[in-house]
C-alpha cells in the first residue's frame, strides 16, 4: 500500500526558493550568508535535521499520550556533524537529545516511547539512518 | 573538515511543532487533519521532499549562473511514492522534474548542472540516495 506525494519548489531570486504542497501550505528556504544567501529562512539541510527530530517527536508525545504521561512541556535538541570537504556536504553524526517536562513522567515510558519511535514508526529516521548513524539520550524535567 | 549544526525543536500543542537554528530563524511542523493534526503547517516528510529539490536547486541554480544561462524562471515538481504500510512510511521512489526558464538556456548546461547536482553536491540527495532512488528530469521553457 502505497500514496503519493507531491511537492512544488518555486524560485524567488538569489537562494530564496518556497515550496507548498497540493493545499498550498508552503516552506520557504534560503542560504546562510557565508554561502551568499540573505538568511530570510532556513537552509535545506538545517530543515531536512529539524525534520528528522520533529518526525521522532510527533511519535513520541503520541506514545507518550496514549500511555497516560503528564507531559507539560517537550523540546528535542538535534545536534549533527557535517562534513564541509569534499562534497556532498552530508551529515556523518545525528544527536537527539529529548527533554521531556511534566508530572510523574516515567522513565521507562519515555525511554521505551524513544525507541518505538525511532526504530520503526519515524519516517524521516527510516531513510536518514541509512545514511547516517543517528544516536539519541533523554532529559526528564519533573515539574 | 567537519561542522556542528544545532537545531532546537519545540512542541507547541498538538501535533505543532516549532525549530529553530542558533540565529532563530524557524520553520513550522504540522500533521495532516486525517492524522490528527491542524494542517498549520508542511509535515516532516513534505518538509524533506521540499528541501531535497531546494537542495539541488540552490547548485543547479548556481552552475547555471557561472555558465551564463540566461534563467528568468525556475522550479521541480518533485514527487514521491510512500510506503503507507507497514511503518515506517518511508519514501520508496522520489522524481525530481525541473523545470527552466530563459533566453536561450542550453540542454546540454541544464542537463550538466542537474547531474553535478544531484551526483556531487547535493548534501540533501547525497544522503536521501542511499534510501530511497532518485530520478529526475526537466523541460526548458524558452522565452
Known amino acids: 500500500m502505497s500514496s503519493i506525494k507531491k511537492m512544488i519548489v518555486e524560485w524567488k531570486g538569489n537562494y530564496r526558493l518556497e515550496a507548498h504542497n497540493e493545499k498550498s501550505i508552503a516552506v520557504k528556504f534560503d542560504a546562510p550568508k557565508e554561502h551568499g544567501g540573505e538568511e530570510t529562512a532556513l537552509s535545506p539541510m538545517e530543515n531536512v535535521l529539524a525534520s528528522l527530530a520533529a518526525?521522532?517527536?510527533?511519535?513520541?508525545?503520541?506514545?507518550?499520550?496514549?500511555?497516560?504521561?503528564?507531559?507539560?512541556?517537550?523540546?528535542?535538541?538535534?545536534?549533527?556533524?557535517?562534513?564541509e570537504d569534499p562534497p556532498p556536504r552530508v551529515f556523518t553524526k545525528i544527536h537527539l537529545k529529548y527533554i521531556v517536562k511534566g508530572k510523574d513522567v516515567s522513565a521507562?515510558?519515555?525511554?521505551?516511547?524513544?525507541?518505538?519511535?525511532?526504530?520503526?514508526?519515524?519516517?524521516?529516521?527510516?531513510?536518514?539512518?541509512?545514511a547516517v548513524p543517528i544516536t539519541s539520550s533523554f532529559e526528564i524535567i519533573q515539574e
Chains 1, 2 share one sequence.
Not at 518526525?55 to 562534513?83: D, M, N, P, W
Request: aromatic share 6%; proline share 0%.
Open 55 to 83: 518526525c521522532s517527536s510527533f511519535h513520541v508525545l503520541t506514545i507518550l499520550k496514549k500511555k497516560r504521561q503528564k507531559v507539560t512541556g517537550y523540546s528535542v535538541e538535534a545536534t549533527a556533524e557535517r562534513r
Open 108 to 130: 521507562q515510558a519515555v525511554e521505551n516511547a524513544i525507541k518505538l519511535s525511532e526504530d520503526k514508526y519515524c519516517s524521516v529516521g527510516g531513510m536518514l539512518q541509512k
